[in-house]
Structure formats: C-alpha cells, structure tokens
C-alpha cells in the first residue's frame, strides 16, 4: 500500500537537483506526497511537484532545463566583483581609484539591497504552472482564467487540485520566519504563490529582497532551513509522517601538500551567508516528531552559488538525492508498508508494540502490587485523526471485546477529560454504562467495555521533548504534583496521547484511600514519561 506523508525539502541553492532525486525514490517506494513545504531552491522544487509535475519531469527541467546564468542576468558578474572588491582594496595603493571604478556597483547595492530583480525566474515559474498537468486536468473555466494569467494564488492552486503548499520566507526587518500561506484563511490564500517563492529564494546580495508593507523578504534559509514543523496542525489531525529531505555538506578531504590561500573578505561573508542557512535548523531537527530525517550529502566543493555548475554535475547531484532516500526508505519504510489498517499505521509513526507493551506491563505489576487494585488492564489512545481516539497499544487486553475501541476525542469521559484538562482522571464505569450520552458517548461503545470493569483511572502522556525544556524545580513539582500552579506548568507541553488503567475495584475503594489514589497517581505519571519517551 502506499503511505501518504508530507515532503519537507531544504534549501540549498543551486544544489536544489539533489532535492528532485529524493522524490524520485520516494515516488518509487510508494510515498503519496500530501503536502509539500519548501525553503530557497526547496521552494521552487516543491512548487513543481505541487502542481503535478513528475519527478522526471521535473528533473528535466532542474538539471537540464534551467540555465542560471539566464536568470541572473547581469548579477553573477556584479557578485563576483562584489566579493573581489575588499581584496582588490587590501592590495591597491589608490583605495580611492578601486572604489571609483566600483561605485556603481556600491550604489546599485545600497539601493536595491541585490544585483538580481528575479523577474525572468518568476516568469519561468508561472509559465510551468501554466503547463502544468494539475491545470490541464481542471476545469475549462479555471483552465482558461489562469493560462492567461500575471499571477498564480494559493487559492488557485487549491482550485485546481493541488495538495497544500507551504513557503518559508525571512522577514529580516522584523527578525521572524514567515510562512506562506500564514492561515488557511481568505486573505491568506489569495497571496501569491510566485512571490512566495520569490521571497524564499532571494539569497542575500545576489536577488534583491521582497519589499511589503513593514516587512523586508529575503531567503527562507536564513530563518529556516529544513522547516520540519510546516505541518504540525496537520499532523496532530491525521498522524500522517513528514519526510524532510536534508542536504548537508561533507567535510572535504584536508591536505597538508598545498598552500590555503589567504581567506579572503568575500569568501568570509559567503561562508557567513552559507553557515547560517545551514545551522539555522539544528536544534529544531532533533525536537520535532514524527519526522523523517533524510540526510543527503552534498561534497564540499560544490557552493550554494556555483551558478556556472554544468549538466553532469546536476547530474550527479541528483542521484547523490536519490541514492541517499532509497537507502534510507529502504531501512526505515518496511513497517508502514506492512500496515493494514489505522492501528498498525500509528504503531509505525509513534512505535512498534514491542518497545510500548513492557511498559505497560511493568505499570500495571506496580499498582497492583502497591494498591489494592485488581484485574487491571492498560491501554494507550492515540488521536488517529481530528476528531477519534482509538486503542494502538494495550496490555492484558488481548481477547477482550474493546482491544480495538475507538471513541470521539471530544467525549467527556476521563479519556477526553484528561485530553482536555490535561490532568489526572477517574471514571465510575456504572455512571458511563447508565448514561453513556451524558459522556458524549454511544451505548454500542461503552457496551464495549467487559462487565467486569469498575474503575478507570487516565493521565496525559505529554511529549518528552518538551518536557525536558522545564526547569529541575518544575519538574520535580511536575511528577510530585505539589505545584500550586500545575496547570500553568503544563499548559504548553504537548500532547501525544492518554494512558489508561481500569480495574475490577469499585471507585468507592479508590477514593477512600488518599495513599492509595496517589501511588496510583504518581506510577502512572512516571509510566506516562517513560511512554513519551518511547513514543516518537
């Protein structure tokens, strides 16, 4: 079967062919792509599967189609003598005659911010929209309005089919990330995807920067590279993976045979430019979930500005992305091949049972070893969509009528108060099976639960990750719960799902014993870390 997923794809400069080998091999590996999001050359590659061009389409178009130096017209001259200019001083005894000779460029600099106004790009860009397949397929009117239009919305290309797209800009007048389109609202969707994307990849001094209202738009790379968190509203809504397509460059070879050349002005602000692009995403890539991390190595040698790169190169760069995502797919892909249904899809994005169900097990000894709880079960109810909880990992479940239950999220039993509340809860299961509407539920889904069950006892299983963001202090106040203000604690952490017990014990029983209700408490609370930690 095919897994859906969202494509998350880095920037990078005229290296962007890479990016086209990675959807190659995820193409043949059978991931459906139902989102894009891009950054810089990710940006433009992206925009191009979005509206439905192939992956051999469009490495046609990357690496045998585009000719950089057309776009950049005149730019690539003026950069190269940008970055000549602080040597040509240090070596010159007339400064004053080396700044005369270059003060058109000093002046074209201060006053556009860039040598390169992006027009012929964005030409181009709509141009393959206008041929794209998505609009060949659409409607006549649609067909018609857009092949014949200065300018391509959000809005319409979700007109004529295209899965959502995502564009990462910087505005560096307000020093902030800029996500296009911001919402899924009216005003949002109707900006354009061209300028978008022209905002995303106007690399500094080489594009002149997208000026609007209060905001000044350069290169998405600046402020996120690889922006893994694109989807994450979506995410929590259908549990589907991101697969970000990562290129990072090798360290090259060192050699003690030959002299380095004096590091110079240029390279230096360069070199600046390429290691904040490259970095700007690090600490994001190890804290966000449910991502896929292809890493593709790009040599050293080859620069984000190499705009002279010949065909055989591009070449390479694209198998170098598709050697790197077949191997990684072919290693990490197996389990959600294998899934048959919505439960073994979420045991292959979160984990396999193997690693969730001693967990289980060992909260369960405990409590009852430490309680006078009996016949306890265990179970974890992960959101499978916006509006559904459903079971993917139990413990003593196995030949009980509920091991596969499913119930709304909004439900107001402790399943969807503790969901809500983000707190510690317990169910009468006589109160649930007299007046299941009461709880929001069904008769057909409380009758479900064995007759014997008396007590149900749930806790939020919080996101490790975010977690381990709180200070000692508040942490210990946390798995103690001896904070005043707990829920302003834990307000911001994020969900994964909801741990739960039930037991054969009345609640009368529980709630008699304050000793007893707080190792309950605290045991599922620490089980409830433990998971989160498991669950990726």
Request: proline share 4%.
């Amino acid at each position: 079967m095919s897994v859906e997923a969202y494509a998350i794809l880095d920037g990078g400069g005229v290296k962007g062919a890479a990016l086209v080998g990675c959807l190659k091999a995820a193409a043949e590996q059978g991931i459906k792509f139902i989102g894009y999001g891009g950054t810089s050359a990710g940006s433009i590659v992206a925009l191009l599967a979005n509206v439905g061009y192939s992956p051999e389409e469009i490495r046609k178009i990357m690496v045998e189609e585009i000719n950089f130096h057309d776009f950049l017209d005149d730019a690539e001259r003026k950069l190269q003598r940008f970055k000549e200019l602080p040597q040509n001083l240090s070596k010159s005894i007339s400064k004053d005659l080396v700044l005369l000779k270059n003060l058109d460029l000093i002046n074209e600099l201060r006053q556009n911010f860039g040598f390169c106004n992006g027009n012929k790009l964005t030409n181009f860009l709509l141009k393959k929209i206008q041929n794209s397949q998505k609009l060949e397929n659409s409607e006549f009117y649609l067909k018609q309005q857009l092949k014949n239009a200065t300018d391509i919305t959000f809005q319409n290309l979700r007109d004529i089919g295209c899965p959502p797209l995502k564009i990462v800009a910087s505005d560096i007048k307000n020093h902030k990330a800029v996500i296009y389109p911001e919402n899924e609202g009216e005003e949002a969707l109707n900006y354009s995807a061209i300028a978008a994307v022209r905002a995303s990849m106007s690399y500094p001094f080489v594009f002149t920067p997208v000026i609007e209202d209060e905001s000044v738009l350069v290169d998405g790379g600046l402020s996120s590279n690889l922006p893994v968190f694109l989807f994450k509203e979506e995410q929590r809504k259908n549990s589907r993976p991101v697969i970000a397509f990562d290129l990072y460059n090798q360290e090259a070879p060192k050699s003690s045979t030959h002299p380095k050349p004096k590091y110079e002005f240029g390279q230096f602000c360069s070199d600046m430019l390429a290691t904040i692009i490259d970095s700007s995403d690090d600490l994001l890539r190890s804290v966000i979930d449910k991502v896929y991390h292809v890493r593709v190595p790009i040599p050293a040698n080859i620069k984000t500005l190499d705009f002279s790169m010949d065909v055989e190169l591009r070449e390479s760069l694209f198998y170098r992305g598709y050697s790197a995502t077949a191997s990684f797919l072919i290693l990490n892909l197996p389990q959600w091949k294998k899934a048959t249904n919505t439960i073994e899809q979420l045991q292959a994005l979160h984990a396999p049972p193997y690693l969730v169900k001693p967990t289980l097990k060992t909260i369960v000894r405990e409590i009852e070893e430490s309680t006078n709880l009996r016949n306890c079960r265990a179970y974890i109810m992960l959101p499978k969509e916006e509006s559904r909880f459903a079971i993917a990992y139990q413990y003593n479940m196995d030949e009980d009528p509920d091991v596969d239950w499913q119930i709304d999220i909004n439900n107001k039993g402790a399943w969807g108060e503790s969901w809500r509340e983000r707190k510690f809860f317990l169910l009468n299961v006589k109160n649930l099976k007299q007046e299941p509407s009461v709880f929001n539920m069904t008769k057909p889904q409380v009758n479900k639960i064995p007759k014997d069950r008396k007590t149900i006892v749930t806790v939020p299983i919080f996101n490790w990750k975010t977690i381990t963001e709180m200070t000692e202090e508040d942490f210990e106040k946390f798995i103690q719960f001896e904070s005043t203000n707990f829920q302003q604690i834990i307000e911001n952490y994020e969900l994964i799902g909801i741990l739960a017990l039930d037991t054969t014990t009345e609640i009368e029983e529980v709630l008699n014993s304050q000793d007893m209700l707080t190792q309950i408490y605290r045991t599922m609370m620490v089980g409830a870390s433990i998971l989160s930690g498991t669950l990726k």
